[in-house]
């Protein structure tokens, strides 16, 4: 997994790190405000690195998840007259799933492509944010939240019922 545009925040890198933890925990906190206030929903996919033999797997895989997603929720897609994608290309392996998935099950003249870096657009960091939220959440069912995690969400029972429960009010249901 490569690091994520929230990630340099939480640790006091790149453009953060002249600033204190209150400050770049009060810059979080603000966005999760807007986050919790944009009309969006997300969905989140996992996968273990020791249950997937090799990157065909992990493809394959993917375009499975996402192509089963977007089927069994496929007339909240089509409401839309256009979908649009946005994604760095930073992973090859999840550009051509979601290429090859959206291309299969939506109709490839609603879907709009477009390469983008993380500071370009809003959603694209709510969609890190959102991320880095279902991360932690992962990490700390698995004891491996570590200094991190503790100092800007608190223990395990702080971060659910404040940070992870707005977030999940955004995902869809599978």
């Known amino acids: 997994m490569r690091p994520s545009y929230s990630e340099p925040l939480l640790n006091g890198h790149k453009d953060y790190q002249g600033l204190s933890i209150e400050q770049r925990k009060k810059i979080l906190s603000c966005f999760s405000t807007l986050v919790r206030h944009l009309p969006i929903n997300y969905q989140t996919f996992v996968y273990e690195r020791h249950e997937i033999p090799d990157p065909a797997a992990l493809s394959a895989r993917m375009r499975r998840y996402i192509s089963n997603f977007l089927f069994d929720h496929l007339a909240y897609f089509q409401s839309f007259d256009d979908v649009k994608v946005y994604y760095d290309d930073g992973q090859d392996v999840v550009s051509r799933a979601l290429r090859d998935s959206i291309g299969f099950v939506l109709s490839k003249g609603a879907v709009e492509r477009r390469r983008t870096t993380m500071t370009d657009y809003r959603l694209e960091q709510a969609a890190d944010y959102l991320c880095t939220i279902e991360l932690a959440a992962i990490k700390y069912a698995s004891k491996e939240d570590g200094g991190t995690y503790d100092r800007f969400f608190g223990g395990i029972g702080t ?9 999940r009010r955004k995902r869809l249901a599978i």
């Open 159 to 167: 971060f659910k019922k404040n940070w992870l429960k707005q977030a």
